[in-house]
């Protein structure tokens, strides 16, 4: 009897430790594992509603599912609500099982992260380096081969424009601006580049390697890598059934305007599925201690690719084989994902064997995808708070995103994307209408959902960059700001100057309507060349248009052309003019007239040329 009542007691006080341990266990920042599901509802319902359609929000704790809640609305119109099963698109997410991929054949010996890709390419594949220093594995992992952005052919409208990725990448092919190494730009193109390095060291098309060697290991059957889902249509079918959304300032959703695309550099983006096979993944990339993670022979490799490989110019960790560094109170990998129609955050703490992945359905979406996983792993904050803040009013100037284009018709678009910085004081600033807080020497945080550092680079005392995960941030020259105001000056002249001429033209007629007006044949001259003027305005309008809509660059074509044929009627009617001047009895009046429609058709086709709007 007494043996009963001691084991009795014995469990009892097993039972109410194990309960105290539980109660006791915190996240890094700070909440009660026991609450954390009902603060995790609380905290979503902020935003669920309001400026996020719906959601999907797992979490992993030392190897198991802690808590997978869906929220709000899939279809909004029809009130179809998120589940389980929903099918979310992952994008840029997509670019980890390139990076998976890449270490499962560096462990094979297959593949050297320091080799030169060209090793793995056809011979000439890459055509527009202008650099000879060899471009490693490793600069597509820290986006730091030098590669520009380029916009046209990324995201196409219809499944029958997406191409085999060797096809993609000869049309998609960036010009590379900076020397592998120097500059970090995110770049679609390095990483669909090294999916294609995968296709070509394993011999199978990239997205059959993902579904044999991780989907299938991992028995991710409600997930696909295919640009057109043709390999599990299932999802492809699932996919029909959720809609992409966009909020107004009146906490209206409507449906994204291009809520289905296709992704042409597939590697790079064009991963969707269920939120619980996304959750498969994250945990064999976290094995409990002792257990062999099912992606590599040897846990080695893992542990390889998950160790910082690329550092800040501060010192600080900035990414690990393709997998960005996030500050937080706790060491965390993660990487976001956009499209035109979702936002995802897959972000994971290796110490506390602790992840967390939100998936919601909403364009650009930050409170759920970067303000959730802060709520979970804490806020990062300096070692030494009350360590003395450099006063960085010298910040204050123009600065351009590394990520941007610089050759072609889409340069015009980058230089739109210059900010200036404007400190409030020695430790904040305004830039991009976000407002930065200095929080340790040299490292600004963003006052706002997105939870963005940047990290100061100084040289001899100037700015050398400022940089953040996905970029660095390039000071402005005196002679780019000189240039792009003078652009600005020359374009509002030609245009205003084409509208008064043609409206005094237009008066001119009017007035003599009763009458026979005769324009000599050189004013007939100069008013076909102030008519043609337009020409390249609107042009350059729709051809702005159609690129931001995903027109492939193969049909833009007609716009260069008709860039092409308005300088050789400029050309035509100069000459013609000049001919006709020294026949022709002309007032003075008429001399400025002539001269200052020479000069607007001339500003035009030197901004044409400076700008390269003719490829």
Not at 28 to 49: A, F, M, N, W
Not at 250 to 264: L, P, Q
Not at 289 to 310: A, C, I
């Amino acid at each position: 009897m007494r043996k009963i009542i001691l084991l009795v007691l014995v469990m009892v006080l097993c039972s109410v430790s194990a309960v105290s341990a539980n109660e006791g266990m915190l996240t890094p920042s700070g909440i009660p594992y026991t609450e954390l599901k009902d603060r995790v509802d609380e905290y979503s319902s902020k935003y669920i509603g309001t400026s996020t359609a719906g959601a999907n929000v797992l979490i992993v704790k030392d190897g198991e599912i802690f808590m997978n809640t869906s929220y709000g609305y899939a279809d909004v119109e029809n009130q179809i609500k998120v589940t389980a099963d929903t099918v979310f698109e992952w994008g840029s997410v997509t670019k980890l099982l390139v990076w998976t991929s890449v270490m499962q054949l560096v462990e094979q010996g297959k593949l050297e992260l320091d080799e030169d890709i060209r090793t793995y390419l056809p011979d000439g594949f890459l055509k527009k380096l202008q650099d000879d220093a060899p471009i490693t594995i490793l600069n597509l992992m820290h986006h730091n081969a030098g590669w520009e952005e380029r916009f046209p052919d990324l995201f196409y409208m219809s499944a029958d424009e997406v191409k085999p990725l060797e096809e993609m990448l000869q049309i998609t092919e960036p010009y590379q601006v900076h020397k592998p190494g120097d500059v970090v730009a995110y770049s679609n193109y390095g990483v669909a580049l090294a999916g294609f390095i995968v296709e070509q060291v394993a011999a199978q098309p990239f997205y059959e390697y993902v579904n044999e060697h991780i989907f299938s290991v991992l028995e991710m059957k409600d997930t696909t890598i295919h640009p057109t889902q043709e390999d599990n249509l299932d999802i492809a079918t699932n996919r029909e059934e959720i809609y992409g959304y966009i909020v107004n300032s009146d906490d209206e959703f409507s449906i994204s305007k291009n809520e289905r695309i296709f992704i042409g550099l597939y590697p790079a983006g064009s991963a969707m599925g269920t939120i619980m096979d996304a959750a498969k993944f994250m945990v064999a990339l976290m094995p409990a201690d002792g257990v062999k993670s099912p992606l590599f022979k040897n846990n080695r490799t893992l542990d390889e690719m998950l160790t910082t490989s690329d550092f800040y110019g501060d010192g600080f960790p900035r990414n690990a084989h393709g997998f960005w560094e996030g500050l937080y109170r706790v060491d965390v990998l993660e990487h976001g994902g956009n499209t035109d129609s979702f936002s995802s955050n897959f972000t994971f703490s290796k110490d506390e064997h602790l992840g967390v992945i939100v998936m919601t359905n909403q364009m650009g979406e930050a409170g759920l995808s970067y303000g959730l996983p802060k709520f979970v792993y804490g806020e990062y904050s300096a070692v030494d708070g009350n360590q003395a803040l450099p006063n960085m009013q010298e910040l204050e100037g123009s600065y351009m995103m590394a990520r941007q284009p610089y050759k072609g018709f889409t340069k015009l678009y980058g230089s739109l994307g210059i900010w200036d910085i404007e400190a409030t004081d020695s430790n904040i600033f305004n830039a991009y209408g976000t407002t930065f807080e200095q929080t340790a020497p040299y490292l600004y945080k963003s006052k706002d959902d997105y939870n963005i550092y940047l990290h100061i680079t100084l040289n001899d005392g100037e700015v050398e960059k400022i940089s953040m995960p996905t970029s660095d941030i390039l000071p402005v020259s005196q002679s780019t700001k000189i240039f792009n105001m003078i652009s600005i000056v020359a374009v509002a002249f030609s245009v205003l100057y084409t509208l008064i001429a043609l409206l005094i033209v237009l008066i001119q007629a009017i007035k003599h309507r009763k009458k026979e007006v005769r324009f000599t044949v050189m004013k007939k001259w100069e008013t076909l060349l102030l008519l043609v003027g337009f020409v390249p305005i609107i042009n350059i309008i729709i051809l702005a248009y159609r690129t931001l809509n995903y027109t492939p660059y193969t049909a833009l074509h007609i716009h260069f052309w008709m860039n092409y044929a308005y300088i050789v009627i400029v050309a035509i009617c100069l000459v013609s003019l000049l001919v006709l001047w020294k026949k022709t009895t002309t007032t003075r009046g008429q001399k400025i007239g002539y001269v200052l429609s020479c000069i607007s058709a001339l500003l035009l086709v030197v901004m044409i040329f400076c700008w390269e709007l003719y490829y």
